[in-house]
């Protein structure tokens, strides 16, 4: 009896433990990450780009940095040779319906690209619920096609976020980098990894106690 309550408390502390990690990854997104940190101003400081611009923080429509008027800019700085091309070492952050008083969608959709570059080995934007540890959030947008932008301050902000990484590849192996899923935190999966691990460890100990028990 002493043994099997050993076991079952083991069993509770894996699953625990690894809907613990679940939980911390999918909770929240920080506008930094690594290097890279983004955030909506007035104008962009040293060291930091203009990735486009929007009419309000919130409820707002989005314009190309150079081509919109618009007093709300989205800047990100912290990775060397930061910049808004696209070309060389760099991904789609957003489309827009036009260079100004344009509605947003995700890659491919709409004819103005709007993009993140940087002198590093990988540039990845993407769409989800939540960026994760690994991730920036440069804004928040109602949808994933004709879509008002906010920015990601927690206040009035739209359920999808804008999410870009820049810097040495991310790991692999458990840790490995993620295709873009509309909706859902590309980070979440490694939590779910964890999980299965969680459960796989505690069948292999229960197949162990098992032996134990009935081979005697």
């Known amino acids: 009896m002493r043994r099997a309550a050993v076991f079952a408390a083991l069993l509770v502390s894996l699953v625990a433990?690894?809907?613990?990690g679940y939980w911390v990854l999918s909770a929240g997104s920080a506008s930094s990450a690594g290097g890279l940190a983004c955030s909506v101003k007035a104008s962009c400081g040293d060291g930091e780009v203009a990735v486009f611009r929007m009419s309000s923080t919130s409820n707002a429509h989005a314009g190309s940095a150079g081509d919109s008027a618009y007093a709300n800019v989205v800047?990100?700085?912290?990775?060397?040779g930061l910049g808004t091309s696209c070309g060389g070492t760099y991904d789609t952050v957003l489309t827009l319906s036009a260079a100004d008083n344009a509605h947003a969608a995700s890659a491919g959709q709409y004819p103005t690209n709007v993009c993140l570059s940087a002198d590093a080995e990988t540039v990845d934007c993407w769409l989800g619920a939540s960026c994760g540890?690994?991730?920036?959030?440069?804004?928040t947008i109602?949808?994933?096609?004709?879509?008002?932008?906010?920015?990601?301050?927690?206040?009035?902000?739209?359920?999808?976020?804008?999410?870009?990484?820049?810097?040495?590849?991310l790991p692999v192996g458990g840790l490995a980098e993620l295709p873009e899923v509309s909706g859902s935190s590309g980070p979440n999966y490694i939590a779910l990894a964890g999980l299965a691990a969680a459960a796989l460890?505690?069948?292999?100990?229960?197949?162990w106690y098992a032996k134990r028990r009935w081979v005697k």
């Open 201 to 207: 460890v505690a069948l292999s100990a229960g197949a």
């Open 75 to 80: 800047c990100c700085g912290g990775v060397t």
């Open 142 to 169: 109602s949808g994933t096609s004709n879509a008002s932008v906010a920015d990601c301050n927690g206040v009035d902000d739209y359920a999808t976020k804008v999410c870009c990484y820049a810097g040495d590849p």
């Open 133 to 139: 540890p690994s991730y920036a959030c440069l804004a």
């Open 17 to 20: 433990g690894a809907l613990c």
